[in-house]
């Protein structure tokens, strides 16, 4: 199966934990849709996206430039950090170092607290390609995590998605493994 992404406007990350953490955009909506409508490999037929605003938005000025259904996904999110969420990388070292520490050292396996493991939130976005499977000539709009755990499913390993750099408002084929 292959699967098209594309991953959802720049953000104000300000060195904070995003996850799922609403953030604003740094670039006007109206230039990010136009910019990836001219940069798409070819014009879908129909788009997927996470429920989150920063690629809702998105997906819906796309969807309405090319005059396609746009199905919105909360499978679709970005990994959820729990109580790290929205907070600056320094701020969780200093207050939750051990238990940052800890996650860093066994990030493919351990849990933020109160968010989801890397298996699991692999597991949703198998889920989704599951229920949902696209079909040639979809895109789905999202975010790096999401992009990360299609590379897997397309047989990277963690390491390597990991390594690459996706950048916003970025295309990028997947050639799913059964």
């Not at 995003?18 to 001219?38: F, W």
């Not at 000025?61 to 746009?70: C, E, H, L, M, Q």
């Not at 990030?107 to 968010?115: D, K, L, V």
């Not at 397309?154 to 997947?174: K, Q, V």
Request: charged content about 25%; hydrophobic content about 40%.
């Amino acid at each position: 199966m292959i699967v098209w992404t594309l991953r959802h406007p720049p953000i104000d990350r300000s060195g904070r934990c995003v996850g799922q953490t609403e953030v604003p955009l740094t670039v006007d909506l109206h230039d990010a849709v136009r910019s990836a409508v001219d940069s798409a490999p070819f014009v879908p037929l129909r788009v997927f996206s996470s429920d989150q605003p920063r690629c809702a938005h998105l997906a819906r000025g796309i969807a309405n430039t090319w005059g396609i259904p746009v199905a919105l996904s909360p499978r679709l999110r970005e990994m959820s950090f729990g109580e790290w969420e929205g907070m600056r990388y320094d701020d969780i070292d200093r207050l939750d170092g051990v238990r940052w520490r800890a996650w860093c050292d066994d990030w493919t396996r351990a849990s933020p607290p109160g968010g989801e493991s890397l298996p699991d939130f692999a597991a949703r976005i198998r889920q989704w390609t599951s229920d949902e499977p696209p079909e040639e000539r979809t895109v789905v709009v999202t975010h790096a995590g999401v992009i990360r755990a299609l590379r897997v499913m397309a047989g990277a390993s963690w390491d390597d998605a990991m390594a690459e750099d996706h950048p916003y408002l970025g295309w990028t084929e997947h050639r799913l493994l059964p």
